[in-house]
Antibody
């Protein structure tokens, strides 16, 4: 059974940093692209970042470019999101989501339960 | 960047009704489009990928069509458990933009 479990969310002040983790199991993690998607309270889904299976290709939404860094450790079956210079508007539930097998673009077929990040003074 | 729009933003229909949601891309995206369902308080779930391919386990009352810039999600006979917000998403190239969502409830 495919499982994605996020952790690392919490309450931080503007300007601070936070690192999210996503532990994957039930599939060959190293073979799949991965993504972070966020959802602000009462709002829609916003794609945040993509990383290819080999980490060779990485993309970010303009809203987080230069502040967030996606990475993965295929030996640990884990995905990460380092978030720096956090802003109020980064407040959201952050989901990790599985993409496609190989270095490709695809739909997001499995999602974690999400971790809440609250940025507030 | 390619923008995604959806219409309507919300709808209310009766059980058994046929429901159609439209998604439009500002530029052609071939068939690189997915539809997701998010029930209140739940995690999004993919219903349709490649514009018209039903994800395994999704009821056959859901269907998708379209290519290029115009896409539709159809629920052939609305059921109470279909109350949710539906999002389209393009994945032909980054950024993998979601549409703003269509909220569906029961009249």
């Amino acid at each position: 059974e495919v499982q994605l479990v996020e952790s690392g969310g919490g309450l931080v002040q503007p300007g601070e940093s936070l690192r999210l983790s996503c532990a994957a199991s039930g599939f060959t993690f190293s073979s799949y692209t991965m993504n972070w998607v966020r959802q602000a309270p009462g709002k829609g889904l916003e794609w945040v970042s993509y990383i290819s299976s080999s980490s060779s290709t990485i993309y970010y939404a303009d809203s987080v470019k230069g502040r967030f860094t996606i990475s993965r450790d295929n030996a640990k079956n884990s995905l990460y999101l380092q978030m720096n210079s956090l802003r109020d508007e980064d407040t959201a539930v952050y989901y990790c989501a599985r993409g496609c097998g190989g270095d490709c673009y695809g739909d997001f077929d499995y999602w974690g339960q999400g971790t809440l990040v609250t940025v507030s003074s | 960047d390619i923008q995604m729009t959806q219409s309507p933003s919300s709808l209310s229909a009766s059980v058994g009704d046929r429901v159609t949601i439209t998604c439009r891309a500002s530029q052609g995206i071939s068939n690189y489009l997915a539809w997701y369902q998010q029930k209140p308080g739940k995690v999004p779930k993919v219903l349709i990928y490649a514009a018209s391919t039903l994800q395994s386990g999704v009821p056959s009352r859901f269907s998708g069509s379209g290519s290029g810039t115009d896409f539709t999600l159809t629920i052939s006979s609305l059921q109470p458990e279909d109350v949710a917000t539906y999002y389209c998403q393009r994945y032909n190239s980054a950024p993998f933009t979601f549409g703003p969502g269509t909220k569906v409830d029961i009249k």
